[in-house]
């Protein structure tokens, strides 16, 4: 958007231009991710998720004896409670026949951020890999 006065908003063709200006693939992704975001119940439903990974994570944790869980809606972490992460996320990357995606930015410490739209039988088939691996 762009706020001015009349004499001085009067661009001709290629006088102004950048990256990201007018195109209309990222203008369409932007507005289909926005009506997403804004329709009835997503969010609700994003943290209705957020809240069933967070308890999935606490049966790892009970089941393994780890250290816990942490985070905030979708994003959360698994304390491992010992420096296994690096091995963990090399294991899984090696799962047959699909793998696993996980991050450890810490050696103590499994990252997840999984996609806002994640169903539920998704986050049943991360546990039950991570399950397999721990």
């Keep these: 958007a762009l706020l001015c006065k009349a ?3 009067s661009f001709e063709a290629g006088d102004q231009g ?3 200006n007018g195109n209309p693939l990222m203008t369409a992704v932007g507005s ?4 997403q975001l804004t329709a009835p119940g997503f969010l609700d439903d994003v943290k209705a998720k957020g809240e069933y990974l967070r308890e999935q994570l606490l049966v ?5 004896g780890l250290g816990g869980e942490r985070g905030e809606g979708l994003l959360r972490a698994l304390v491992l409670g010992k420096d296994i992460g690096p091995q963990l996320v090399e294991e899984a990357r090696e799962m047959s026949p699909v793998g696993l995606l996980l991050n450890a930015p810490r050696p103590n410490l499994l990252r997840f951020m999984p996609a ?8 049943d088939q ?3 890999m991570l399950r397999e691996l721990l």
Excluded: H, P, Q
Aim: hydrophobic share 40%.
């Design 116 to 123: 806002l739209n994640v169903t539920r039988e998704e986050i």
């Design 60 to 64: 790892l944790t009970k089941e393994f």
């Design 7 to 9: 004499d001085v908003a």
């Design 18 to 20: 950048g990256t990201y």
């Design 32 to 35: 289909s991710v926005m009506e």
């Design 126 to 128: 991360m546990i039950g």
